[in-house]
């Protein structure tokens, strides 16, 4: 073979190899914790202990239940609940390109909607199930996907599979009307990077793209805490935000 065409074979070749070098930039994580910044507030209570005059009592009211639109720990102030993701991704870590776990269960325990905050891929079945002697409906009203509402018979633990094929912009709600109070929160995406800060207010997303990117931060109460947190990954390294102080303002209605 001549070197020209030796030489021609390469340059053929360079396209081919630049995409496959632009998806080799690395990976890395983020962490941080979002914190309450002012006076704690008190949940409200929506149903007290015992209270005759709730709807189906013996169940509905056999624990006092609280307002979960807004949960602050009293001694840390960490926010619990908080939404943080990438409304989409510009590449998916190959651990991640699929979900590992098929099913996820949403629960309805006390009255109450088990978890209250939920981060669904939309290669994943939601199976709703209820764990009360008593009957639910189960209502979403999704932006983008087909809104479902159903009736779940008391101590259904087969439960009722629910498909969410398209990533919703923002937490969707979830309802039901017996009891009214029951609400809760599910956010659809169509990748892996996305998260839900616990009790702790703490959250970690891991092997994402090297590069910057803009986080969108959610919470019930009070909308978008952040449309754009800017972060930018380096590949084999953890980011670590901090503690990210939100003021007490921004929860105001």
């Known amino acids: 073979m001549t070197s020209l065409r030796k030489a021609l074979l390469l340059m053929a070749a360079l396209p081919l190899a630049l995409p496959l070098s632009a998806q080799a930039a690395g990976w890395g994580n983020v962490t941080g914790q979002f914190v309450f910044d002012g006076e704690v507030p ?18 509905c009211a056999a624990e006092t239940i609280v307002s979960k639109e807004l949960v602050v720990d009293p ?22 390109k699929s979900s590992a776990e098929k099913e996820v269960v949403f629960d309805q325990k006390g009255c109450e909607f088990k978890p209250h905050s939920l ?25 983008r996907n087909q809104a479902v509402n ?14 969410n094929p398209v990533s919703e912009i923002l ?6 009307d017996t009891p009214p109070w029951m609400l809760a ?28 990117h803009s986080f969108r931060v959610w919470q019930e109460k ?20 901090g503690a990210i102080r939100v003021p007490a303002a921004k929860f105001a209605k």
């Open 222 to 241: 009070a909308g978008y805490l952040d449309r754009a947190l800017k972060v930018t990954i380096k590949d084999g390294e953890t980011v670590d935000l």
């Open 150 to 163: 159903f009736l779940l018979r008391p101590g259904d633990r087969e439960g009722v599979p629910v498909m």
């Open 42 to 59: 008190k949940q409200p209570v929506l149903v007290s202990k015992g209270d005759p005059t709730a709807k189906d009592s013996a169940v």
């Open 75 to 96: 001694d840390t102030k960490a926010i619990a609940n908080v939404f943080i993701y990438l409304r989409s991704a510009p590449d998916i870590h190959p651990d991640l």
């Open 171 to 176: 937490p969707i709600q979830v309802t039901c």
């Open 185 to 212: 929160y599910w956010l659809i995406l169509d990748h892996p990077y996305a998260t839900i800060t616990g009790n702790d207010g703490k959250f970690t997303i891991e092997k994402l793209p090297a590069g910057e």
């Open 119 to 143: 981060f669904i891929r939309t290669d994943q079945t939601v199976v709703v199930k209820s764990d009360d002697a008593v009957a639910h409906n189960t209502h979403t009203f999704p932006i």
